[in-house]
C-alpha cells in the first residue's frame, strides 16, 4: 500500500537553529499538508498546499515557517530560527483530494534544546 | 470557534468486548467526518470517513456513526484485540479554503487481557 515518507524520524536541534523536514508524499496525490503534534496535545493544522501554493494556513504558521516542493516529489517544512515550543511531532499527509481520505506519515519528531 | 471533543478521555476494556466511543462536535459549515486510530508516536490512521449525507459507514470490526443534526456520531469497536490499544481521534473537515482538518483530543483506548 502507498505510504507517505517522512526524514528524518527524530531531529534534535539548538534553539535559534533551522531545519528542514521533508516528506514525499504518495504519487498520484494533489493535496499537501503539514500537521503537528505536541506531546500530550492535539493533533494541529499548520498548512495545506495544492497547485504549488499554500491554500490555507493556520496561526501557527507565522513567519518561521515555509512550504515548498522543490521537485516533483518532495514537500519541505522549513523552520527558521527555532524555539523551544517548536518541539513536537511533525506529521506529513498528502490526499488525492479534499474529501478523500487523508495518508499520514509517521512524524518526525523535532526536539529544540 | 470550531471544536471537536470526544468521551471518554480513556477506556480500559478487557480482550473480546465491544466499545463505543462518542464525539461531538461544533464545526460549521461541515463536510465529512473523519475516525483515525494512533497509536503512540505514529501517524493517524484512517479508520472511516462519512460525508453529512451518511448515517453510518463499517471497516471491518469499526463502524461509525454519525447524526448531522445532532452534530454526534460515534465509533464502535466489536470483538476487540489487544491491537486495538491506542488512540482513536474523531476528526471533521471544515468546509472553506484547504478543507483543513479538525482534530479531537482522543479517547485512549486500552484493551488487555
Known amino acids: 500500500e502507498p505510504e507517505v515518507t517522512q526524514t528524518p524520524s527524530h531531529q534534535v536541534t539548538q534553539m535559534g537553529q533551522e531545519v528542514i523536514l521533508r516528506c514525499v508524499p504518495i504519487?498520484?496525490?494533489?493535496?499537501f499538508y503539514w500537521y503537528r503534534q505536541i506531546l500530550g496535545q492535539k493533533v494541529e493544522f499548520l498548512v495545506s498546499f495544492y497547485n504549488n501554493e499554500i491554500s490555507e494556513k493556520s496561526e501557527i504558521f507565522d513567519d518561521q515557517f515555509s512550504v515548498e516542493r522543490p521537485d516533483g516529489s518532495n514537500f519541505t517544512l522549513k523552520i527558521r530560527s527555532t524555539k523551544l515550543e517548536d518541539s513536537a511531532m511533525y506529521f506529513c499527509?498528502?490526499?488525492?483530494?479534499?474529501?478523500?481520505?487523508?495518508?499520514f506519515g509517521s512524524g518526525t519528531r523535532l526536539t529544540v534544546v | 470557534k470550531n471544536q471537536v471533543e470526544q468521551s471518554p478521555q480513556s477506556l480500559i476494556i478487557l480482550e473480546g468486548k465491544n466499545c463505543t466511543l462518542q464525539?461531538?462536535?461544533?464545526?460549521?459549515?461541515?463536510?465529512?467526518l473523519r475516525w483515525y486510530k494512533q497509536d503512540t508516536g505514529r501517524g493517524p490512521v484512517s479508520l472511516t470517513i462519512?460525508?453529512?449525507?451518511?448515517n453510518t459507514k463499517s471497516n471491518g470490526r469499526y463502524t461509525a456513526t454519525l447524526d448531522a443534526d445532532t452534530k454526534q456520531s460515534s465509533l464502535h469497536i466489536t470483538a476487540s484485540q489487544l491491537s486495538d490499544s491506542a488512540s482513536y481521534i474523531c476528526?471533521?473537515?471544515?468546509?472553506?479554503?484547504?478543507?483543513?482538518?479538525?482534530f479531537g483530543t482522543g479517547t485512549q483506548l486500552k484493551v488487555e487481557l
Open positions: 462519512m460525508t453529512f449525507s451518511e
Open positions: 476528526v471533521v473537515t471544515f468546509t472553506g479554503g484547504g478543507n483543513k482538518l479538525t
Open positions: 499527509a498528502s490526499s488525492p483530494g479534499s474529501n478523500y481520505g487523508y495518508t
Open positions: 464525539c461531538n462536535y461544533t464545526v460549521s459549515p461541515f463536510s465529512n
Open positions: 504519487s498520484n496525490h494533489l493535496y
